[in-house]
């Protein structure tokens, strides 16, 4: 089943715009995990975000996240043409001494030149 | 330092076949997680190995089993085939899943088309 749902399902930006996508979940946490795929191929970790820290950054993304609201955002400042991908958050749960990952349905992102 | 690696990266199987889909972690990794992904859908957890034994299972059938070598290697295997299995099939690797805040690196993944 699915745990975190993304919003919106698709955006679309033009070079030079920030984009932001949200992910909303249902269940206690110990970490959110935002990923990229390109072209339906292989899943790349772009961040963690721990329980307890509210915001992180990385180059020019920001996470924030608001564990009151089960709510996370990606920002991805100064969009470029190769950040056209889809982008997932993920919930880690820690299930049972071991740590699986839960998807939302992801965000399609379409950066135009 | 080769990252997870899966082959193979293509695979059409009929009904009622069986396939079975291979997995390298990344050098150092001893714990092997598979997806499933539906076209337009996120992953969806499979079952997770370590120390060679499947630690959690999710919601899919028992057709659907695995199995971790000592080199922490891991195969997928799906039996009698059903048009609904086609998917990406993904890999993810990560460190011992004793410690938390743990990141999984992903293979490109296997394409199965079911016919």
């Known amino acids: 089943s699915q745990q975190g749902e993304e919003d919106p399902q698709a955006l679309s930006i033009q070079e030079g715009e920030n984009a932001t996508m949200n992910c909303s979940y249902k269940?206690?946490?110990?970490?959110l995990q935002w990923y990229r795929q390109n072209s339906g191929r292989g899943l790349v970790h772009l961040i963690l975000?721990?329980?307890?820290?509210r915001e992180k950054h990385s180059g020019r993304l920001r996470v924030t996240l608001d564990t009151s609201k089960k709510s996370s955002s990606l920002l991805i400042t100064a969009s470029r043409a190769a950040d056209t991908a889809s982008y997932f958050c993920?919930?880690?749960?820690?299930?049972?001494?071991?740590?699986?990952?839960?998807f939302g349905k992801g965000t399609m992102l379409l950066v135009s030149p | 330092d080769a990252g997870v690696t899966q082959s193979p990266t293509h695979l059409i199987k009929t009904r009622g076949q069986q396939v079975t889909l291979r997995c390298s972690p990344k050098?150092?990794?001893?714990?092997v997680s598979w997806y499933q992904q539906a076209l337009g859908q996120g992953p969806q957890f499979i079952f997770q190995?370590?120390?060679?034994?499947?630690?959690q299972r999710g919601n899919f059938p028992d057709r659907f089993s695995g199995h971790q070598f000592p080199n922490y290697s891991s195969e997928l295997n799906v039996n009698a085939l059903l048009l609904g299995d086609s998917a990406l099939y993904l890999c993810?690797?990560?460190?011992?899943?004793?410690?938390?805040?743990?990141?999984?690196?992903f293979g490109q993944g296997t394409r199965l088309t079911v016919v």
């Open positions: 050098s150092g990794h001893d714990t």
């Open positions: 993920a919930t880690d749960g820690w299930n049972s001494g071991y740590s699986t990952l839960t």
């Open positions: 993810a690797s990560s460190l011992s899943p004793t410690g938390m805040n743990t990141e999984a690196f």
């Open positions: 269940t206690s946490i110990n970490n």
């Open positions: 190995y370590y120390e060679e034994e499947e630690r």
């Open positions: 975000i721990r329980s307890n820290e």
